[in-house]
Structure formats: C-alpha cells, structure tokens
T-cell receptor
Framework: SQKIEQNSEALNIQEGKTATLTCNYT??????LQWYRQDPGRGPVFLLL?????KEKRKERLKVTFDTTLKQSLFHITASQPADSATYLC???????????FGAGTTVTVRA | KAGVTQTPRYLIKTRGQQVTLSCSPI?????VSWYQQTPGQGLQFLFE???????NKGNFPGRFSGRQFSNSRSEMNVSTLELGDSALYLC????????????FGPGTRLLVL
C-alpha cells in the first residue's frame, strides 16, 4: 500500500542552525511533491513544489531536494529563526487523480 | 484577493446529528478539495470537486458527502455523526486542481459529543 513517512514527529534546533526534514514514500510515482507549513489552529500554507524531473528548488532560506530513485525528499530551513517554528507537511500528488496525500508532519521548534 | 473562507469556524454537535460545512474558494478557482485532519490520522483526503463534478473521493463512509455550486462554492455534509468525526475539516482551492498549489482555508473545528 502507499505510504508517506516524515522522519520524526519533532525537531528541536538552535536559532541560526539548519533544520533538515525528510519525507520518504513507498508505492508511489508522484509527478511532483509539495511542502506546506501549518501553524496551530490554522490551515496549511504552501511553501514549495518540486517536480519529478527537478533535483533541487530554493526559495529564500528554504531548499527542497527530490530523489525519485531513493523515493525521498529533503526539506532544509537554513539560518533558522524562532518564527520558523511550525509543523511542516510533505504532500504527494496522484497523477490524474486530483488529490494530494500528506505525511503526518514534523514539528520544528527553533530555540532562541 | 480574499483567501479561502470556511464557515462556521467552530461547531459542537451530538452523536446522530448531521452537519453541513461551507467553503468559499479564492475567486477564479474552480477546484475545491476537502480534507479531515485529526491528531491520529493526520490530513486525510475526503473529496475533490471541479465545475460541480466530483472527480475523486477518499476512503470515507457514505455518511460524508459534498457538492459544489456553479459559483464554485462547496459544501460538505456529514450525517449520523459519530464521536470519531471530531476533527478539523479543511477546504482547499486551486485554479484547476491538477499539478497546482492548494490554498487552504482556516478550517472548521467540529466537536461531536
């Protein structure tokens, strides 16, 4: 069966360090993968989309990689700040199926 | 542009009742998806609508239903509520629903007693 796993439920890091989150999937062949941020009591907010033929995507302090051979995406937050504290979700599409499947999320806490 | 709006934001119901939740997508967006979020199961896909047609449905019982109107607004209905239906129900919209960013609303928090 299809499965999406995010490396850990919680990640605590010091301000200024790089947070690295992992999203692994099995029995999927997604055309693209997305990362979202969710704050408590709010809906997820889109951060980055990376397609199957792209290796890396960047947006400001965020970087995403996508390895379809390893079936893995890495999400990096560089020079982390307390404001980056949130839950980060990876989501995979189902081509031509009009739906996204989400991982359970990783909660990042950045200590000042 | 105004974002996705959902009403009501909070709802308390008792077992056996039914509930209708509403979602207004971003102007110009024609695809609306619904998700259920619980601490145990995370974000689970319920269904997706485009131009008033349901294009996909998640693995939920028939008590969960939805519809979309000609102005792209969408409603979802849950009949015969169970305690396990307590969750945050999220609506997301996109222009066409394929290969696109989903813009989520704030959600409706449903508590079933």
């Amino acid at each position: 069966s299809q499965k999406i796993e995010q490396n850990s439920e919680a990640l605590n890091i010091q301000e200024g360090k790089t947070a690295t989150l992992t999203c692994n999937y099995t029995n999927y062949s997604p055309a693209y993968l997305q990362w979202y941020r969710q704050d408590p009591g709010r809906g997820p907010v889109f951060l980055l989309l990376i397609r199957e033929n792209e290796k890396e995507k960047r947006k400001e302090r965020l970087k995403v990689t996508f390895d379809t051979t390893l079936k893995q995406s890495l999400f990096h937050i560089t020079a982390s700040q307390p404001a980056d504290s949130a839950t980060y979700l990876c989501a995979l599409d189902h081509p031509n199926d009009y739906k996204l499947s989400f991982g359970a999320g990783t909660t990042v806490t950045v200590r000042a | 542009k105004a974002g996705v709006t959902q009403t009501p934001r909070y709802l308390i119901k008792t077992r056996g009742q039914q509930v209708t939740l509403s979602c207004s997508p971003i102007s110009g967006h024609r695809s609306v998806s619904w998700y259920q979020q619980t601490p145990g199961q995370g974000l689970q896909f319920l269904f997706e609508y485009f131009s008033e047609t349901q294009r996909n449905k998640g693995n939920f019982p028939g008590r969960f239903s939805g519809r979309q109107f000609s102005n792209s607004r969408s409603e979802m209905n849950v009949s015969t509520l169970e305690l396990g239906d307590s969750a945050l129900y999220l609506c997301a919209s996109s222009f066409a629903g394929e290969d696109e960013t989903q813009y989520f609303g704030p959600g409706t928090r449903l508590l079933v007693l």
